[in-house]
């Protein structure tokens, strides 16, 4: 299985939120080319018409941008994993993390999929839901 939220992870804390940004204003387009259990191939294009190709797999994600041979997993990684991600909240098919008293950390409250007590391996799947897995990993300090 593919892991985008892994991938996520090792994207520069900035680039997934540019990400964002760019899918809302449409400055970033992603087109997915293949998709499969193990691997996810798409094209990027960029406000400046650019395209870049992305690919996600176990080993590891490769994207043809300068960015990304320099520095490591650019926006567009990023914008390719948030799009999937996207697609699963759209289709009501994530999974959301759920605690023992039934409160999803995301604040959905009726999820059709959940998982009590999960594990670390929640970062290896691809269909977890990003918010409470965000919510999970950076605890918010409590007023
Ligand atoms: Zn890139
Ligand atoms: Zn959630």
Not at 39 to 52: L, P, S, T
């Amino acid at each position: 299985m593919t892991s985008l939220l892994s991938t996520l992870r090792e994207v520069t804390p900035d680039r997934p939120n540019r990400a964002v940004q760019g899918l809302r204003d449409h400055t970033l387009t992603v087109t997915l080319v293949k998709q499969s259990d193990a691997e996810i191939r798409a094209i990027v294009r960029n406000g400046e018409a650019k395209e870049y190709r992305v690919i996600i797999n176990d080993a590891g994600a490769l994207c043809s941008c300068p960015d990304a041979f320099y520095r490591g997993p650019c926006k567009h990684v990023a914008a390719v994993c948030i799009a999937q991600l996207q697609q699963h909240q759209a289709h009501g098919t994530l999974i959301h993390l759920m605690h023992d008293n039934g409160v999803v950390l995301c604040g959905e409250a009726s999820p059709r999929r959940f998982w009590l007590r999960w594990t670390w391996n929640a970062l290896n799947w691809s269909d977890v839901c990003p918010t409470c897995v965000y919510r999970w990993t950076h605890p918010a300090v409590t007023a």
